[in-house]
Structure formats: C-alpha cells, structure tokens
C-alpha cells in the first residue's frame, strides 16, 4: 500500500514546502489540488486562499522543477484533484467544455501522474430526473474516457455528497460498459458519513476494476437545530480515528479484496497542527496495513 495526502489538507504549505514535509515525514507521494484559487493565502485556508492549488497552466509550467525535486525526494505525483466536471466545468468556467478536461489531463501527464479527477457534476434537484441526468453524464463520460485513453490517463469519480455519484453504486451507473484502464472510482467513505453509506466489503466488490484510490477524511454527526418537531443533523469533520467512518474495518475490507494501490489523506479535522495530523495518520494506517 502507498501512502500519500491530497495537498488540499495542508494548505499553510507551498507546493515545494510540501514536498520536504511529506518527504521527512515519511510518505509516499502527493496528490495536487488543481484548481485556480483567488482566496487571501495570507490567510490559507482549506479550500480559499491554500498555498498548494495550481491551476492547470501553472502546474504544466512549472512541472519539470516539481518532478525533480520530488523524485529527489524519493516522492511520487501519482494522481491529480482536479476541480472540473466531465463537462469541463468548474466555479471558475461554468462553460468549460472537453478541452478544459484535456487540459487537466496534459497537466497531469507532465507531472507523470496516471489518474485525476474529473467529477460527475452535480445532481440537479430542480432539474430534470435523475435518470435524465445519469444518462446525460453517461454520454460525456464515454468522451472522458476517450480521451484519457489517449492521454494515457485514467479519470476518476469521486464518491461525494450532493454529486451524481454519492456511492460506489451511482459511480459505476455512469461508469458501467466503459473500459476501466481509463475510469475508475476514487473511493472516499468519509464523504459517504454525509451521504451514501455502503457496506464496505460490498462497496469494494461492487467497485472491482474500477477501484481507483482511496481517499482518508471523517466524520460525526451533530445537530443543528429543530424544524417542525425534526432534529435537523449536519456532518462536522473529525479526526480520521474520531469519525463515523470505520477505518480498521475500511482497512480489513480492503486487505480482503487485496488492494496495494494509493491512500490519500484529506483530512479537514483542526484538532491537531497540521504536521502532527500528518505524522500521526500515517503512523496509524501503517498500523492498520500491518
């Protein structure tokens, strides 16, 4: 197993200051957030004003000297968080359209990475069915795979609330018949405490081929308030061991199936100063592979 963090979970850090930190702490590799971010990064935060987003232009550019100093620090980029839709959307470009996805895609192929994310969009609830909506993004992503089979790439799903593809089922209904040497599944069932919980062996085998990476983050449920006699609950990220996600039994289910492929930490918890939080989850899920 490799053991590496989404760099959106350390936002105080520069990219080349995240390499030596997750190089002297022990880890494997490092998924880039790539996104264009205008936040303040005198203030950095999560997902505004962090010191590790690279738009797509700027991580091309700046490739060569990020390749060298991480395989000087023995560290691979083996995958991208890439903040578009298989429409090519994103907060920034609302348009976007296939070549912002071959874009991300040539972003990732100059830092050698082999997979990225590229989202199923949003599930529209005033819009048409879902159905519609997964046959909609079915059609796109068949032009996704495509062209990560040209680039060389494999594009992934992420589970995530409020998305199309909340769980490892709705993923492979846009997924199914496409060839998964170019598609897979980023697996996070932290994201699923929110929405989707799965059994996880029955998660994973549904999942098969398609298993792409998996993602390590949590969470615990807290209520917010009362609407008509109804607790009204919200998710509040937790430390990775604190949370509703179960990790030693993830970790059994996933030793079961015989997985050796990526974890990436995100973990969003503020308990811990973010160096701690990153020794001691790897300390532990080293723990966990045994």
């Not at 009204?232 to 050796?260: C, F, H, S």
């Amino acid at each position: 197993m490799r053991y590496g963090v989404f760099s959106v979970s350390m936002p105080e850090y520069e990219p080349f200051e995240a390499l030596e930190l997750l190089a002297a702490l022990g880890y494997d590799g490092v998924e880039w957030r790539v996104t264009r971010d205008d936040g303040d990064m005198t203030r950095p935060m999560f997902w505004s004003g962090n010191r590790t987003s690279m738009a797509a232009e700027d991580l091309i550019a700046q490739a060569d000297r990020l390749k060298a100093r991480a395989k000087d620090l023995g560290l691979e980029m083996p995958s991208l968080a890439t903040y578009i839709d298989c429409f090519g959307r994103s907060r920034e470009d609302p348009e976007g359209g296939l070549k912002a996805v071959e874009l991300h895609m040539q972003a990732a192929v100059s830092v050698g990475a082999k997979s990225l994310r590229i989202g199923a969009g949003q599930y529209a609830k005033e819009g048409p069915a879902y159905p519609e909506q997964v046959e909609a993004v079915r059609a796109q992503y068949s032009q996704v795979a495509h062209l990560a089979a040209q680039h060389g790439v494999r594009a992934l799903i992420e589970t995530h609330m409020g998305q199309l593809a909340p769980t490892v089922a709705t993923a492979l209904r846009i997924l199914e018949g496409l060839d998964p040497a170019h598609v897979g599944i980023m697996w996070d069932p932290g994201n699923q405490v929110t929405e989707g919980r799965e059994d996880y062996s029955m998660a994973l085998e549904m999942a098969g081929e398609y298993l792409g990476e998996v993602h390590v983050k949590n969470a615990v449920y807290e209520p917010v308030g009362e609407v008509q006699g109804q607790i009204v609950w919200r998710t509040r990220q937790a430390p990775v061991q604190r949370g509703i996600a179960n990790w030693p039994e993830i970790m059994a289910a996933l030793k079961k199936i015989g997985y050796d492929g990526w974890f990436f930490f995100e973990d969003f918890s503020t308990d811990l100063p973010v160096e701690q939080r990153l020794k001691e989850n790897l300390a532990w899920f080293r723990g966990l592979a045994g």
